[in-house]
């Protein structure tokens, strides 16, 4: 886990150093479902193979960085099935199944699927996707742990009514440390956490970083900036990591307490107030 932390530690630190030089639209916070589907021609922004699969890059990063940590914590077995899928592949998949009648509840229809943001994977231990998954060491160790890595248990057991999806403990989406954290202490589906967001417009997550709601440009402060949804701009989700949070990972990472004086602090606190301001607050849609 330490080197998990230690690997997240040091991008919040260069994401700050390098002082939010661009300010874009991540889309890490895109719900994708049947109300709200990617167009036939919607393409990540950037993709990167891990393993012969493809992925956005910070997921792909996360997802390595969690294999590293199950491994040292004893679990072993652990494989990608599927990660980014273009929307025609999941066409093709929704006939073959529909033909089978098989694809109500079991696969998106094109456009409605997680896999086409390529922030999404799907994980075996032996090939098979299916709930007995949920109860092996990889499962329940997904269940406690992937939200530290910024994954999140898409479709759990007890939230079908609200997502519309069954059960799939292997269906994994990537969406940040801090919204995953929040997201799991308050056992909030995506669906749900936006609405919260939405509503709450503050939120305060576990690991201390600063997630705010605004609905217009004008107005974002600085930090990393997601809209919500493929289909409309109906607001943007801002998240700030906070640079005491940032040095306790650095600290964590060293495997010491980094001891920050107050004027130590508040030297990063001018760097990232500087570099935040001078910042072109005019974001575009890299879609
Ligand atoms: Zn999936």
């Keep these: 886990m330490k080197q998990a932390f230690c690997i997240w530690g040091l991008s919040l630190f260069l994401f700050v150093a390098v002082g939010f030089v661009a300010v874009r639209d991540t889309q890490i916070l895109w719900l994708v479902n049947g109300q709200h589907r990617l167009s036939a021609e919607y393409t990540p922004p950037e993709l990167v193979s891990v393993r012969g699969f493809l992925l956005r890059p910070e997921a792909a990063v996360a997802f390595a960085a969690m294999e590293v940590a199950m491994k040292r914590d004893g679990v072993y077995g652990l494989r990608l099935q599927s990660a980014y899928r273009p929307y025609a592949k999941q066409q093709a998949l929704y006939k073959r199944k529909h033909a089978a009648s098989q694809a109500q509840n079991l696969v998106a229809p094109p456009g ?7 922030l999404a994977v799907d994980v075996t231990i032996d090939g098979a996707l299916n709930a007995a998954f949920g109860e092996t060491a990889a499962g329940e160790w997904l269940q406690q742990h992937a939200a530290a890595f910024g994954f999140v248990l898409r479709y759990p057991k007890e939230k079908t009514a609200v997502t519309g999806i069954s059960y799939e403990p292997w269906h994994l989406r990537y969406v940040g440390v801090p919204h995953a954290l929040y997201m799991h202490a308050h056992r909030l589906t995506l669906e749900e956490y936006i609405a919260h967001i939405m509503e709450e417009t503050r939120l305060l997550a576990p690991d201390g970083t600063q997630i705010a709601y605004v609905n217009a440009l004008e107005s974002l402060p600085a930090g990393e900036i997601s809209s919500l949804f493929p289909e409309s701009e109906a607001g943007f989700v801002v998240t700030r990591p906070q640079v005491v949070s940032i040095t306790n990972h650095l600290g964590a990472c ?29 974001s575009g849609k890299v879609a």
């Design 112 to 118: 409605a699927s997680e896999h086409q943001l390529g």
């Design 254 to 282: 060293f495997g010491r307490n980094l001891q920050i004086d107050q004027t130590t602090g508040s030297f990063f606190a001018y760097i990232v107030q500087r570099f935040s301001n001078s910042v072109d607050r005019v």
